[in-house]
């Protein structure tokens, strides 16, 4: 019985990536067909790997390149239609447990698009309007009054740095 390497994958609106995380691998082999069928093998260490995946949608299969590394196989595969998938696979339902999404390459619709947000960069918020019609200086006046009174008031009910020195000894 074969095992199954993890598989991440990452999508952009013209391509799917496909990860197989399998160090060392040995004897790799790969079939890709244009109605989207995914196969993989490969052995490590006297083990049987598989990877049997019926994907979304259609793929190019002459576009699709394969990269054999040390640590992974990675796998740039095409899209006969460039749109974005629901989902990896056909099937719906829950994904195989081997089965996960590659952060480090996750591009949003969003991103990929270049609407990453609103920009504030170009925003001249003195324009909004906030914080009230004009900024009344008398009653700045009348709270900065207030607040050197309480200082004072503070300094004098606090004991001076001789009293404290008086009071040791």
Known sequence: MSRHP?????????KVYLTVELPDAKDVKVKLE???????????????????????DKINTEESKASIGVRNIVYVIKKVEKKWWDRL????????????????????VEEEEGKTGFDFDDMDFSKLG?????????DAEDEEEENEDKEEEAQEAAPSAVDVEEAKT
Do not use: C, H, I, N
């Open 89 to 108: 696979l056909k099937t719906e339902g829950k994904p195989p447990v081997y089965l996960k999404v590659d952060w480090d390459k996750w591009v949003d």
């Open 130 to 138: 906030m914080g009230g019609d004009e900024f009344d200086t008398d």
């Open 6 to 14: 993890t598989v991440k994958w990452a999508q952009r609106s013209d």
């Open 34 to 56: 244009p109605e989207g069928k995914f196969l993989f093998s490969a052995t490590r260490d006297g083990l049987s790997y598989e990877v049997d995946l019926e994907l979304f």
